[in-house]
């Protein structure tokens, strides 16, 4: 990280959201990055800005930096393995004999080093991360994260039920102590990361540990993320868990889980019913989509034109690893591509997403959940990559537009060639 | 590519399909090459062979080289533009105007080189190519495509009727003609490259043309290639061109262009209904799997495991640039995951593709169509890629089948170290 300056003008070519319909796409620009907040973008610089130093990118693609809302740090190592299990299977399977070996210091050093270098190439510059039940690994997934130099929030996970022996909580009382203590450790512990409030999801969660959870989140006023809704076998399951509840949100909510008290982030909601829709919007709840999540294991394809049409607050997960790829730009593309097959083979109501919708999830709606996140907007905070768009060849004359399609569908052939957060080089 | 010498070794982690559920996964394999044709996959290699030159890939992965059944060369200057139509919108606003464009030679020059420089740097072998109406800069294509390297059938394109003036032959007399006078020019003009017979798909062909077509097809005895029940809107104008049909294939079949007389391989299949598919059993048509443009056009998703269960020939194509992506292991990614989203959102009657089955059609299962192609079985045309994976770290041990599905689905963070046509490397 150069830390040194945080005052500057970044030239290219600048692509951001406005809004979930609009888009700018402006040529040879400059963006003015004032102590870490953008102050605009210009086709001419103001005299006042003309003493800064100007990195000119000349003919890169300069996007808003991108946030991955929901991700789990400790099953990168088994990325794209064992791709052949639903859900609840998957988990038993690959992910909680994985992440039982995070009580090992030692492995999950070398794990999450791994993890944090794949992070720190990309484009992500936020994310929403779930560790495991295991503070010490959490703290050491934290501190790397931090001297990474993205924006983080980490959630040590919780699990008091219906968990392998090797990967359960003793009792509610012990996982909510334990997240206490790790709170108190980790709250004011780095410039870049802050803790989240994690419940695993429902079934793993006694009413007990849930209601402890919402205390420490309104005490702390921390923010919370957890799955909702996202596949029929899991759904049913939380049914006949928590048989009063009006529908699977509820429970959360119960216990000011769901966005009312403190922020929340909820991840999938393929199965959102009328019900827990109307819940999530009263309440703002944020939803992570993980289009490749959803497709890797079987879930289904959420309703996103839906919630994009209601209002509600949408940003992209890449929910490694249920979805293998790190890339946020993947993830507006498999947005678009499964908002297509959703609309072709089962609502022909509920029209694809866009290009431009699709950006927007991933940069303004995801990044909205850090505040003032995600555009070139003036008053926002200065996180934007720098993508050379070069071997992406064709005879054609590309409008910025015709550019920023080929960089979402075509990520994995260009370069990552600068990347900022709140105005400091990576 | 160097010529010198075909026969040699090849040594590193052999991987290659036996049969659609069973693939062989050997560690610090020899592969034998003699005059270009497999001899075979060795732990310990036999004595006679111990003369030949070894080229030892050490850690890498050695797969057979891939087939990319379906793909239209012309079409790659506006791959990953303009994402948000279906298949005759598609055709009309970006497919058209652009194949118009090879007219002049220079410009097919310039895309048709760009579109080739890609081709050669990927893991596709073989191909089967869709190029324009245009005989001379289909000429060009095929000079390009041989000094390439790779084997692939090519086929100028043919539609005299419900094209726009600027693509349309002038009648089906003219349309045979030229395209009886490209194949005198071309059967034998190329050393790895063969003409093939390309009605582009029924709207566009007469039934003048298409008769015409069959007697070429059978006198020369070329294989023909097509679009088949891609789109409910196509599905629905065939029927009503041609009522009288059965389905829409039995139009190719009346013809001689439906597998019977000649080989063929017919692009999709989404919409093939019993009659249809029981035909193209019955005449051993190739089907060309594409889900890539099958999601970006949102057609659907074909019945892959029906026709899987059934024993019909199975390929994979890319489709180019309904497909932006000109990756066969992408396709085999794409194939598994879309075949998950069938079966959860149509019909769970048909269980996803495996890991096998997709490899299977990308190597083996395409390959046939050009013979024994696709295999390091002995007897097989010696086609081999070379994958380094080392960028997929993991503190994991991997087995080599682990392996293989990680370079399936990340193929884009692999490296392409070496390809082997027919035993020259390329």
Redesign the interface.
């Known amino acids: 990280m150069k830390k040194e300056n945080t005052s500057f003008i970044l030239k290219g070519n600048v692509c951001y959201s406005k809004s979930p319909k609009e888009a700018a796409f402006i040529k040879d620009a400059c963006i003015v990055c004032s102590d870490g907040i953008c102050g605009g973008v210009y086709k001419t610089l103001p005299e006042k800005y003309k003493t800064l130093p100007l990195i000119d990118h000349r003919d890169a693609l300069i996007i808003p930096g991108l946030t991955d809302l929901h991700l789990h740090a400790p099953q990168?190592?088994?990325?794209?393995?064992?791709?052949?299990l639903e859900l609840l299977e998957w988990l038993n399977t690959n992910t909680f004999p994985e992440e039982a070996k995070y009580i090992d210091l030692e492995?999950a050093g070398?794990?999450y080093t791994?993890f944090v270098?794949?992070i720190k190439k990309g484009a992500t510059t936020r994310a929403c991360v779930f560790a495991t039940i295991h503070a010490e690994a959490t703290k050491l997934l934290m501190e790397l994260l931090d001297k990474s130099g993205i924006c983080a929030y980490v959630g040590k996970v919780n699990m008091d039920r219906n968990s392998p022996e090797y990967l359960c909580e003793a009792s509610a009382a012990d996982s909510a102590q334990d997240t206490a203590s790790w709170i108190e450790d980790t709250l004011h512990g780095y410039e870049r990361i802050k803790p989240i409030i994690t419940p695993r999801f429902v079934p793993t969660c006694s009413n007990e540990l849930l209601e402890r959870l919402g205390t420490l989140a309104k005490n702390y006023h921390l923010p919370v993320q957890s799955h909702l809704s996202e596949n029929p076998g899991e759904v049913a399951w939380v049914k006949e868990l928590v048989p009063d509840a009006a529908f699977y949100g509820e429970v959360y909510d119960r216990y000011g889980l769901f966005g009312k008290e403190v922020p929340a982030i909820m991840a999938h909601c393929v199965y959102s019913d009328e019900k827990e829709t109307e819940r999530m919007l009263q309440n703002g709840v944020y939803i992570a989509h993980c289009p490749q999540s959803n497709?890797?294991?079987?879930?289904?394809?959420a309703p996103i034109r839906r919630y994009l049409d209601m209002g509600m607050h949408i940003g992209l997960g890449t929910d490694v690893v249920d979805g293998?790829?790190t890339s946020i730009l993947r993830a507006m593309a498999d947005t678009?591509?499964?908002s297509?097959?959703?609309?072709?083979?089962?609502d022909h109501t509920l029209k694809?997403v866009?290009?431009e919708e699709a950006f927007y999830m991933g940069t303004k709606g995801g990044g909205s959940f850090f505040g003032k996140v995600g555009s070139f907007e003036e008053g926002y905070r200065f996180d934007a990559v720098v993508v050379e768009d070069s071997d992406?060849?064709?005879?054609?004359l590309?409008t910025l537009r015709?550019r920023l399609?080929?960089v979402?569908?075509?990520s994995?052939?260009c370069k990552i060639k600068a990347k900022y957060v709140d105005g400091v080089q990576l």
């Open positions: 990168y190592p088994f990325r794209a393995l064992g791709m052949d492995y070398k794990a791994m270098e794949d497709t890797n294991i079987a879930s289904g394809i293998y790829s678009i591509q499964v297509k097959l959703r609309w072709r083979l089962c694809p866009s290009l992406l060849v064709t005879p054609r590309l015709d399609e080929r979402v569908y075509m994995e052939n």
